[in-house]
Antibody, heavy 119, light 111 residues
Framework: QVQLQQSGPGLVKPSQTLSLTCAIS??????????WNWIRQSPSRGLEWLGR?????????DYAISVKSRITINPDTSKNQFSLHLKSVTPDDTAVYYC?????????WGQGTLVTVSS | QPVLTQSSSASASLGSSVKLTCTLS???????IAWHHQQPGKAPRYLMK???????NKGSGVPDRFSGSSSGADRYLTISNLQSEDEADYYC?????????FGGGTKLTVL
C-alpha cells in the first residue's frame, strides 16, 4: 500500500519561496512506471495540477504552464521523497497543497497541507 | 488541453442510486478519465479509472457499489445503495500531452 506523508510550513510570506516535501512509502521515487506530482486546491481555482517528476533511465519534469516560471520539483533518492519549491509567491498561491502518485491516472494522494501566503 | 465539465451538485436518498456525469470537451472524447471523491475536510481519494469503452478498474478497497460507464464524451460514475458516507465532492480527472486536468466537482448530498 502506497502512503505519501507531506511536511512543510503552513505560512509563507509574499515574495518568498514555498517549499514542501512528500515522503514515499510502499513505492520508490525512482520507479520506472510511476510519477510524483504536486496538486493544489483552492476555492477560486478548484483542483489544479502543478507538475511532476519521474525517472525513466534519467529524471524528467513536467510543469503546468501557469506556474512553469516559478516551480521546481526535485526527487531525493536517498530519502525516497520529493519536494516542491514555488518561488515569488503571492496571496493567490494560498491553497491546500497535495502530493500524489500517478501511473497513468492519479491513484494515491498525500494528506494535504494548507499553505497561507501572508505577511 | 481537455476541459472536464461536471454539474455542481446532485442529491439522492439514502439507499437509492445516483449517476454522476463528467463530460469531455470537443476533440477529447477518446480520453480515459479517473474518478475521485473527497469527504469534508479530507484529501481526495481515488475511486477508479474509466475508459472510453466503459471498462473501468477500481482502486483498492473501493466498494462494489461504485461502478463506471461511458457514452461518447460522457463518463459516468454510478453509486448504488447510497450510504451517508458517500456524501462528498466527486471529481473527474484526465490527462493529455503530459498535462493533468480536473473537473470542477459535483457536491453529492445524501438525503
Amino acid at each position: 500500500q502506497v502512503q505519501l506523508q507531506q511536511s512543510g510550513p503552513g505560512l509563507v510570506k509574499p515574495s518568498q519561496t514555498l517549499s514542501l516535501t512528500c515522503a514515499i512509502s510502499g513505492d520508490s521515487v525512482s520507479s520506472n512506471n510511476a510519477a510524483w506530482n504536486w496538486i493544489r486546491q483552492s476555492p477560486s481555482r478548484g483542483l489544479e495540477w502543478l507538475g511532476r517528476t519521474y525517472y525513466r533511465s534519467k529524471w524528467y519534469n513536467d510543469y503546468a504552464i501557469s506556474v512553469k516560471s516559478r516551480i521546481t520539483i526535485n526527487p531525493d533518492t536517498s530519502k525516497n521523497q520529493f519536494s516542491l519549491h514555488l518561488k515569488s509567491v503571492t496571496p493567490d498561491d494560498t491553497a491546500v497543497y497535495y502530493c500524489a502518485r500517478n501511473q497513468a491516472d492519479i491513484d494515491y494522494w498525500g494528506q494535504g497541507t494548507l499553505v497561507t501566503v501572508s505577511s | 488541453q481537455p476541459v472536464l465539465t461536471q454539474s455542481s451538485s446532485a442529491s439522492a436518498s439514502l439507499g437509492s442510486s445516483v449517476k454522476l456525469t463528467c463530460t469531455l470537451s470537443s476533440g477529447h472524447s477518446r480520453l480515459t478519465i479517473a474518478w475521485h471523491h473527497q469527504q469534508p475536510g479530507k484529501a481526495p481519494r481515488y475511486l477508479m479509472k474509466l475508459e472510453r469503452s466503459g471498462n473501468y478498474n477500481k482502486g483498492s478497497g473501493v466498494p462494489d457499489r461504485f461502478s463506471g460507464s461511458s457514452s461518447g464524451a460522457d463518463r459516468y460514475l454510478t453509486i448504488s445503495n447510497l450510504q451517508s458516507e458517500d456524501e462528498a465532492d466527486y471529481y473527474c480527472e484526465t490527462w493529455d500531452s503530459d498535462t493533468w486536468v480536473f473537473g470542477g466537482g459535483t457536491k453529492l448530498t445524501v438525503l
